[in-house]
Nanobody, 120 residues
């Protein structure tokens, strides 16, 4: 079975940086997208960064220019470098693996979530 394990969350001051990692194990199909979601208190879950199996990246406007998603195929990991953090970035962060299994059909796998708190 596919499993995702996250690490790297914590407390950081405004303007600081954090790096999150997500290690995947199990059978990973060629057609896949890995991404990062976050959910702040009282708000809906937000997808803000994705990377395809071809290493094509996409970002939400809220994080563009500050966050960078990357993937290491040899280690089966996806990482998120977060710079210039703002208190509004405070949320639980989840990594996601979406495996495409058909036309507009996919299966999702999730990390356990890690808390990121930005505060002075």
């Amino acid at each position: 079975q596919v499993q995702l394990v996250e690490s790297g969350g914590g407390l950081v001051q405004p303007g600081g940086s954090l790096r999150l990692s997500c290690a995947a194990s199990g059978s990973i199909f060629s057609l896949n997208v890995m991404g990062w979601y976050r959910q702040a208190p009282g708000k809906q879950r937000e997808l803000f960064a994705t990377i395809t199996s071809g290493h094509i990246t996409n970002y939400a406007d809220s994080v563009k220019g500050r966050f960078t998603i990357s993937k290491d195929n040899a280690k089966n990991t996806v990482s998120l470098q977060m710079n210039s953090l703002d208190p509004e970035d405070t949320a639980v962060y989840y990594c996601n693996l979406r495996i495409l299994v058909g036309i507009e059909s996919w299966s999702d796998y999730w990390g356990q979530g890690t808390q990121v708190t930005v505060s002075s």
